[in-house]
Every structure is written in C-alpha cells, then in structure tokens.
C-alpha cells in the first residue's frame, strides 16, 4: 500500500476503534452496577442455577481452591457444580466493600460468606472486568478463612 492511500485510510480506522470502545461511566454508577452484578452472581448459589453462576465467569478466569487455581472458565464451573448439586446452598456470600477503576474497566468486590446457618466463616475477594457488551465478568477469585 502506498503512503498516500495509507494516510487516506487512517481516520477510517481511527472512527472505527472508537465505534467499539465502550461507554465511559461514571465510578459511583460503575460500583453500584458492579455491586449489583455481584449481588446476582450471589443470587446463582441461592436459586441453585448453576447456569446462572456461569454465565459470570470470564473465559479465561483463574479461581484460587485451596492453594490450586483453576484455570479458565470450564475448570470453574465444573469444580462448582458440586455447589448447586444439594437442594439446600451450602453457603451465601454479599459484597460489603466495591471498588472500581476510575476507566471503568475493572472492579473489586469483597465481602463476607456464610454457612448455611448464616454464620461467617470466610470472606471472599473478587476482580471483576467489564467487557465491550458492558456486562461485568469475573476474572479472579479467591477467599480466606474469617
């Protein structure tokens, strides 16, 4: 390709990255929607939509289990069947704390989980990223016991 053409075709291509650029939003507005999302990842266990749980997980999330991370989203969901198996939730968790990148691009949540008494046994930290749908999917997770 010549100079001339390439320079000629350079806006195009500059309009067209920004065509697929997410919406920028507000943080206050980026937290309480990423606080919400978790709250429905939380409302998966609940429900005992297994289905529902994964549609949360990235793709290419790591998840750390008793000092094994599980790679990707297939290792993750297949690991937590086993959590929605029981008619019963053997746990719940709630954010109490969200963070969110000023860009709006990522997110943490913590907070604590519950046994199914409803006593505290562990919390759990979450990172979060927002994709070009602007849907939240979670990318890292791991918990400490309380």
Wanted: aromatic fraction near 12%.
């Amino acid at each position: 390709m010549n100079r001339r053409a390439l320079l000629a075709s350079a806006p195009i291509a500059l309009l067209g990255g920004c065509a697929s650029a997410q919406p920028r939003m507000d943080n206050a507005a980026a937290a309480k929607q990423l606080s919400e999302t978790e709250l429905a990842f939380a409302k998966t266990m609940a429900d005992r939509d297994h289905a529902a749980f994964a549609s949360f997980i990235a793709d290419e999330a790591v998840f750390l289990s008793g000092g094994k991370p599980l790679r990707g989203k297939a290792a993750v969901v297949e690991n937590w069947k086993r959590f929605y198996n029981q008619p019963k939730a053997p746990f719940s968790w709630q954010p109490d704390h969200v963070q969110v990148l000023e860009s709006g691009a990522l997110g943490y949540s913590t907070g604590p989980v519950f046994d199914d008494a409803g006593k505290q046994f562990a919390r759990f930290y979450s990172t979060w990223r927002r994709e070009a749908g602007g849907a939240w999917r979670i990318v890292f997770d791991d918990g400490c016991n309380h």
